[in-house]
């Protein structure tokens, strides 16, 4: 059973870095693309950044473009979101998703697996 572990969340300052990781278990993450999306209160799950199996290509959502970058060590299971000067409105549950789609893109549809999820605040 795969099973994907977030963690790393929590209270930060606004123009803080906050460093998201995501440990997967049952199966390797080689061969699948990894995402990271987000659900602010009272809005739907959104998506953050996305990563190919070989992490050739990754892809980010304008809003966080130039602030997050999105990592893999496939020899240790593991999937990273580094993010940079956070603002308020970055306030949300994140969650690390598995897709077995190549280029899998920003579509929660093309993840088949997904972790609980880590809050992430930011404050003014």
């Known amino acids: 059973q795969v099973q994907l572990v977030e963690s790393g969340g929590g209270l930060v300052q606004a123009g803080g870095s906050l460093r998201l990781s995501c440990a997967v278990s049952?199966?390797?993450?080689?061969?699948?693309?990894m995402g990271w999306f987000r659900q602010a209160p009272g809005k739907e799950r959104e998506f953050v950044a996305t990563?190919?199996?070989?992490?050739?290509?990754?892809d980010y959502a304008d809003s966080v473009k130039g602030r997050a970058t999105i990592s893999r060590d496939n020899a240790r299971n593991t999937v990273s979101l580094q993010m940079n000067s956070l603002k308020v409105e970055d306030t949300a549950v994140y969650y690390c998703?598995?897709?077995?789609?190549?280029?899998?893109?920003?579509?929660?549809?093309?993840?088949?697996?997904w972790g609980q999820g880590t809050q992430v605040t930011v404050s003014s």
């Open positions: 998703a598995e897709s077995k789609f190549y280029r899998a893109g920003y579509s929660l549809g093309n993840y088949d697996y």
């Open positions: 049952g199966r390797t993450i080689n061969g699948y693309d």
């Open positions: 990563i190919t199996w070989r992490a050739s290509v990754t």
